[in-house]
């Protein structure tokens, strides 16, 4: 099993996105990690070309609904379809939203890693 976890927009903080991805790793998932400042037409490309089972996004940048908005629309307009998680800095008032949005699960802030791993392990 194969996860994309990415970093969308400007934001320069990945610490959490690659503890995650330690722990995904640990869990026996083959993880693939876009790098910072990617946008969204290139972390789609790269679904395209990975194929993973999941895609991961991680957002501190206060910019969550509108980075998942048009990552909702890139995905379609490429018929990429491949489930896709949010974490980040998501206040838990953002969370049905992102979820309308198309994301399988969004965690919200404060959300332990081993509840992701469960999450993606219980659900993909």
Wanted: aromatic share 4%; hydrophobic share 45%.
């Amino acid at each position: 099993m194969k996860i994309l976890l990415a970093k969308p927009g400007l934001d320069g903080h990945d610490v959490g996105v690659k503890v995650l991805a330690h722990a995904l790793i640990e869990a026996g998932w083959k993880v693939v990690y876009t790098g910072l400042r990617k946008s969204i037409e290139e972390i789609v490309e790269k679904a395209i070309k990975e194929k993973p089972n999941l895609i991961g996004l991680s957002i501190l940048s206060g910019t969550h609904l509108i980075l998942c908005e048009r990552f909702r629309d890139v995905l379609l307009a490429k018929n990429v379809k491949i489930q896709w998680i949010i974490g980040g800095n998501i206040p838990e008032k953002d969370v049905i939203p992102l979820e309308n949005l198309g994301a399988t699960k969004a965690f919200p802030t404060g959300t332990k890693i081993q509840t992701v791993v469960d999450f993606v392990k219980g659900h993909v």
